[in-house]
């Protein structure tokens, strides 16, 4: 079992990559990821490495492009392995959630100095999403591609397969996808004609980043960072109407389609949420054996849903750095309670399942790859929440 922050050390260790990243798994996730290495930050700073908590962020936002982009996967150790597929070298054509604004957050109020260029570049990377990406009617910030959500075979994009969710169909739309982007005149992605999706999880995580880099700006910065402030709590406006009494509904061309279905990631506007009713009502869903509850963590999706399969990848396992938001947020919603079983779920997640990528929230058997680097988030069974948004 893990009890505490050291048993996570050594596969942190063995994934270390020069020059200066965690890999998520040295054999099937070689390369630097955004979210990723945003969570293995916290982790580190965790384990007192705070020079490795710094690179992997620096490192992450090294190859920020046109208005702020940030991709979400950097290829430095081969440049031009992902040529063919995004059209550039070096990175992808696309992001992924913004982890970087509660990363920097953590690791300054774990007492590390992050500097004012990593700083900057977090602010502009929120930034980019909050003011060039296309947005919705009722104001949501829009995916340019499944992969961005980070949740990308969820049940929510069943009605953007043609013909119906299949896995190989899926998995060759995906493909085909990346080549609908529409890019800025630099190369930032901006929206895609074929996905016009505004993901509830994905907006909720752009505004939670954003409060949480305001919450440790200096005065000069918070005051040049007001207009991202405002527009953040637009979103979470337009995500607490989008509350149809079981879950937050995604926004865009999901609207009245499968971006209604029931799933773990579109519980993340517990985050920032200010609908009380709506915060209580997804929270005891959380832990209910009927909905999401299990022994090894929140499934992926509501056991009443028809997609729901306890070890199918993103159609219901648990994931950690889900499951770690989600404590994040009961306790800060002051759902003591809760917190404290997802907490312990995420431990009992990640030992039984050998620290693995996902696992079956019943059984708590590894899925994916293991030991997956993120899974040392159970380290964080407390996570600290101050300086809440």
């Known amino acids: 079992m893990i009890r505490d922050v050291s048993d996570t050390r050594d596969v942190m260790e063995?994934?270390?990559v020069e020059p200066g990243y965690t890999a998520p798994n040295r054999e099937v996730y070689p390369?630097?990821?955004?979210?990723d290495s945003c969570f293995h930050a916290i982790v580190w700073a965790e384990l007192g490495c705070g020079d490795r908590a710094l690179s992997e962020i620096e490192l992450a936002l090294s190859t920020q492009g046109h208005l702020g982009f940030v991709p979400h996967m950097n290829y430095h150790l081969d440049p031009g392995y992902g040529e063919e597929l995004w059209g550039r070298q070096g990175s992808s054509s696309i992001t992924q959630p913004p982890m970087y604004g509660h990363a920097v957050a953590e690791l300054i109020r774990r007492g590390i100095t992050v500097g004012e260029d990593?700083?900057?570049?977090?602010?502009?990377?929120?930034?980019?999403?909050?003011?060039?990406?296309?947005?919705?009617?009722?104001?949501?910030?829009?995916?340019?591609h499944p992969w961005e959500s980070g949740a990308d075979d969820s049940p929510r994009w069943d009605d953007k397969c043609p013909g119906?969710?299949?896995?190989?169909r899926w998995r060759a739309h995906k493909s085909f996808l990346v080549d609908e982007i529409v890019y800025s005149s630099g190369g930032a992605p901006l929206v895609n004609p074929l996905f016009r999706v505004a993901s509830a999880g994905f907006n909720a995580l752009v505004a939670f980043n954003t409060f949480e880099l305001a919450s440790v700006l200096s005065s000069n910065d918070s005051h040049g960072f007001a207009s991202e402030?405002?527009?953040?709590?637009?979103?979470?406006?337009a995500l607490d109407v989008r509350w149809n009494g079981e879950t937050w509904a995604d926004g865009g061309d999901n609207v009245g389609t499968s971006g209604a279905a029931r799933t773990i990631d579109a519980m993340l506007p517990l985050l920032v949420s200010a609908d009380e009713l709506a915060v209580k009502a997804a929270l005891s869903q959380l832990v209910d054996p009927n909905a999401y509850?299990?022994?090894?963590?929140?499934?992926?999706?509501?056991?009443?849903?028809?997609?729901?399969?306890?070890?199918?990848?993103?159609?219901?396992?648990?994931?950690?750095?889900?499951?770690?938001?989600?404590?994040?947020?009961?306790?800060?919603?002051?759902?003591?309670?809760?917190?404290?079983?997802?907490?312990?779920?995420?431990?009992?997640?990640a030992a039984v399942s050998g620290l693995a990528e996902y696992w079956n929230p019943d059984t708590g058997e590894g899925l994916g790859a293991i030991p997956q680097s993120w899974a040392g988030l159970a380290a964080l069974a407390n996570p600290r929440v101050e300086g809440a948004g």
């Open 14 to 16: 063995a994934h270390w």
């Open 31 to 35: 390369w630097q990821w955004l979210w």
């Open 118 to 144: 990593t700083v900057r570049r977090a602010m502009s990377g929120l930034r980019f999403l909050l003011e060039h990406r296309e947005r919705s009617d009722d104001g949501l910030v829009m995916l340019c």
């Open 164 to 168: 119906g969710f299949e896995l190989g």
């Open 229 to 237: 402030i405002a527009k953040a709590t637009g979103i979470v406006d």
């Open 293 to 349: 509850g299990a022994r090894f963590g929140p499934s992926g999706v509501h056991r009443a849903e028809a997609t729901f399969d306890s070890a199918r990848y993103w159609r219901g396992p648990a994931w950690p750095q889900i499951n770690y938001l989600l404590t994040v947020a009961a306790r800060r919603n002051g759902a003591t309670e809760v917190a404290e079983k997802l907490a312990g779920a995420l431990r009992d997640g």
